[in-house]
């Protein structure tokens, strides 16, 4: 199996700065694209960001030029630096991967269990 564990959430003033990680673990042959979601109380699971290696890294409009997405192949982990973090990117937040498990010839899609962030004074 493929688990996806996120951590690094918690609670955080307006303007300040968190980054999450998300690692992979299993019987991984290979991982395509690796991804965040968020999921505000009340709204519909939107992508923030997602990163295939090789290529450019896909942000929403929202957080462009505030969070940087990036991954560490050998880790199998992708991070998520969100800096001047508003109150409205309070969420649970959760990773997605594209994942090739080994023995088998197509990738499946994994989330992890969210974190949650909360940006408040």
């Known amino acids: 199996q493929v688990q996806l564990v996120e951590s690094g959430g918690g609670l955080v003033q307006p303007g300040g700065s968190l980054r999450l990680s998300c690692a992979a673990s299993?019987?991984?042959?290979?991982?395509?694209?690796m991804r965040w979601y968020r999921q505000a109380p009340g709204n519909q699971r939107e992508l923030v960001s997602s990163?295939?290696?090789?290529?450019?890294?896909h942000y929403a409009d929202s957080v462009k030029g505030r969070f940087t997405i990036s991954r560490d192949n050998a880790k199998r982990t992708v991070y998520l630096q969100m800096n001047s973090l508003k109150p409205e990117d309070t969420a649970v937040y959760y990773c997605?991967?594209?994942?090739?498990?080994?023995?088998?010839?197509?990738?499946?899609?994994?989330w992890g269990q969210g974190t949650q962030v909360t940006v408040s004074s």
């Open positions: 299993g019987s991984i042959f290979s991982i395509g694209a």
């Open positions: 990163l295939t290696s090789g290529l450019s890294p």
């Open positions: 997605n991967a594209d994942v090739r498990r080994v023995g088998t010839w197509h990738n499946n899609n994994y």
